[in-house]
């Protein structure tokens, strides 16, 4: 199954699921309206989901247009029950052309980890520049290979010495399901060491404001990059 077929299968069950990880979503967007800039003039979600989360970020914020996109089929319809202004069905690397320029770009959950390679997140980055305004801010998270807190410390040191004498980023390709209920939904994705997705954002030619990690358990902030999943806020450079 390709990625998107996967998210339209798990269209229905998504609220269930986002359920679970309450802690951990909850402390991201409480990061977001800490450091967005207020009242923007435009807000885009790349990668959107259901649209939710995207609509109530908007609100909080007081965004005065919300665009949401995502390349599921099932998912942007969920998200055109929620009316924002402009709603797109695509990847997050071929945002359509667009009058607007967005003051707060969100790409959350690891969207960034569900494109194919590298190629395709350096382009979905500069993607996202192009349609960011000059003072606006692009708020990502990623699965962090190197999150000792929740993999554990030898596990996390193995894998450090591993890719320090051999390095290689697909060891960062993980397959695994998503359980809800009696489902079993097969997923793909992509688990990156900090040095990887740092490098990632220099490449797309954006630059890093604030960095964190946060408790995927607890949603715990911490300034260790070894504390939980790696959280972004880039802007122009």
Same mark, same amino acid.
């Given at each position: 199954m390709s990625?998107?077929?996967? !998210?339209?299968?798990? +269209?229905?069950? !998504?609220?269930?699921? +986002?359920?679970?990880?309450?802690?951990?979503l909850t402390a991201i967007d409480r990061f977001i309206l800490q450091n967005a800039p207020r009242k923007p003039a435009a807000l885009l979600d790349v990668g959107a989901g259901d649209g939710v989360r995207g609509m109530a970020l908007a609100h909080s914020l007081g965004a005065g247009i919300t665009v949401l996109a995502d390349a599921s089929v099932e998912m942007i319809a969920r998200c055109r029950q929620l009316k924002p202004t402009e709603s797109w069905l695509c990847e997050a690397q071929q945002l359509p052309a667009t009058r607007h320029r967005f003051d707060v770009i969100l790409c959350l959950w690891n969207v960034l980890g569900h494109l194919p390679d590298r190629a395709s997140r350096v382009q979905a980055l500069r993607a996202m520049q192009a349609v960011l305004a000059p003072e606006g801010a692009i708020f990502f998270d990623v699965n962090n290979r190197q999150n000792a807190r929740n993999y554990g410390r030898l596990r996390v040191l193995g894998r450090m010495l591993l890719d320090a004498i051999l390095p290689d980023e697909r060891r960062g390709d993980a397959a695994f399901e998503w359980k809800i209920g009696a489902t079993s939904f097969p997923a793909m994705g992509h688990l990156f060491t900090p040095a990887e997705i740092e490098a990632i954002i220099a490449d797309s030619g954006l630059r890093?404001?604030?960095?964190?990690?946060?408790?995927?358990?607890?949603?715990?902030?911490?300034a260790s990059r070894h504390a939980g999943q790696l959280v972004y806020q880039l802007g122009n450079p």
């Amino acid at each position: 199954m390709s990625t998107t077929d996967i !998210y339209d299968a798990l +269209a229905p069950h !998504y609220r269930e699921y +986002a359920g679970r990880k309450t802690a951990y979503l909850t402390a991201i967007d409480r990061f977001i309206l800490q450091n967005a800039p207020r009242k923007p003039a435009a807000l885009l979600d790349v990668g959107a989901g259901d649209g939710v989360r995207g609509m109530a970020l908007a609100h909080s914020l007081g965004a005065g247009i919300t665009v949401l996109a995502d390349a599921s089929v099932e998912m942007i319809a969920r998200c055109r029950q929620l009316k924002p202004t402009e709603s797109w069905l695509c990847e997050a690397q071929q945002l359509p052309a667009t009058r607007h320029r967005f003051d707060v770009i969100l790409c959350l959950w690891n969207v960034l980890g569900h494109l194919p390679d590298r190629a395709s997140r350096v382009q979905a980055l500069r993607a996202m520049q192009a349609v960011l305004a000059p003072e606006g801010a692009i708020f990502f998270d990623v699965n962090n290979r190197q999150n000792a807190r929740n993999y554990g410390r030898l596990r996390v040191l193995g894998r450090m010495l591993l890719d320090a004498i051999l390095p290689d980023e697909r060891r960062g390709d993980a397959a695994f399901e998503w359980k809800i209920g009696a489902t079993s939904f097969p997923a793909m994705g992509h688990l990156f060491t900090p040095a990887e997705i740092e490098a990632i954002i220099a490449d797309s030619g954006l630059r890093v404001i604030r960095r964190v990690a946060a408790d995927y358990t607890t949603g715990k902030i911490s300034a260790s990059r070894h504390a939980g999943q790696l959280v972004y806020q880039l802007g122009n450079p």
